[in-house]
């Protein structure tokens, strides 16, 4: 029995690797974030995604997969959402291509040598902490791609599991290994972004991944 529950959670967490590893708007910009973000940023940062995962692969193991499909409205009105937002971003990422520069750690986590400066400091790093987890928030709930990837698939395929729930388990867990791996692990290439010119080859892609992307969700494939 014991055997069966591990086999079935190392199963939804393989299936759940095969579908987050890829290259994809929200995973760019985690790595562009993960460059250059202290760890205290990453962390809630990447517990929020981790967590947003967690909350749609349950609902797809509730049943709520079928209610999503049932509301076309619903989903048309998020793929033009995020559209806008993800060509949005894109075109941010295309500026900054123009304009490169060398990598500048986050501000925020550093203190000034005086007490007005650290409590401004203070203030800067909450305002931009708060900036980011809105827009990973976005980069999370305003892509049908990922509500068809969680909700609908994994769902889905969970119910199709002699234990659907520590499959489950298994693919939430993917979740957390990734989004972790990827926020931290990109802190080891921080020397090569020291030179302007991989921030500039770096955004010209993340400009091209979002470009697609959106124009991807505006004619519904």
Known sequence: MQN???LSSALGLMTGLSLIVAIGSQNAYLLRLGVTASRSVMLPVVTVCALSDAVLIIAGVAGVGALVQSLPV???VIR???AAFLIGYGVLAAKRALKPTAMAVDAGTATGAGDTDAETDAGRGRRSLI????TVL???WLNPH???DTVVLLGSLAQHQTHPWWWAAGAILSSFVWFYALGFGARMLRPLFAKPRAWQILD???AVIMFALG????LGF
Do not use: Q
């Open 146 to 148: 990922v509500y068809i």
């Open 138 to 140: 976005a980069f999370t």
């Open 204 to 206: 010209i892609c993340i």
């Open 74 to 76: 619903v989903m048309t």
């Open 131 to 134: 900036s980011v987890l809105l």
């Open 4 to 6: 069966s529950l591990l």
């Open 80 to 82: 033009a959402v995020g």
């Open 215 to 218: 124009l991807r969700l505006l």
